[in-house]
């Protein structure tokens, strides 16, 4: 009989092999401010690609590409951000 297959588990010393480092622990607030900060650098590269477009310094095709991976990470942020409030507002209705 064949074992089913489970979660492949990479050790440290095949992390270090493929140059992957181990996921670090990481607060709440860290990982708010990492999207966020995501957020703004694509928000400022797709600007930048906008502007270098329209004197013509870049590809149209390449400044679609950077605004849609600008807007694609701005909906991500608003996303998470629903989210927050929404989780926050369901706690404040908690009775005590």
């Known amino acids: 009989m064949i074992d089913p297959v489970g979660p492949v588990k990479a050790t440290d010393a095949v992390r270090a092999a493929i140059g992957v480092t181990a996921p670090q622990p990481t607060s709440f607030s860290d990982t708010m401010s990492q999207v966020a900060t995501n957020a703004r650098d694509a928000l400022r590269g797709g600007e930048a690609a906008a502007i270098s477009g329209v004197s013509g310094e870049t590809a149209v ?11 694609q990470q701005l909906r991500a942020a608003i996303a998470v951000r629903d989210r927050v409030v929404a989780a926050y507002q ?6 005590i």
């Open 61 to 71: 095709q390449d400044v679609v590409q950077a605004l849609m991976g600008a807007e």
């Open 90 to 95: 369901e706690i404040s209705r908690m009775q």
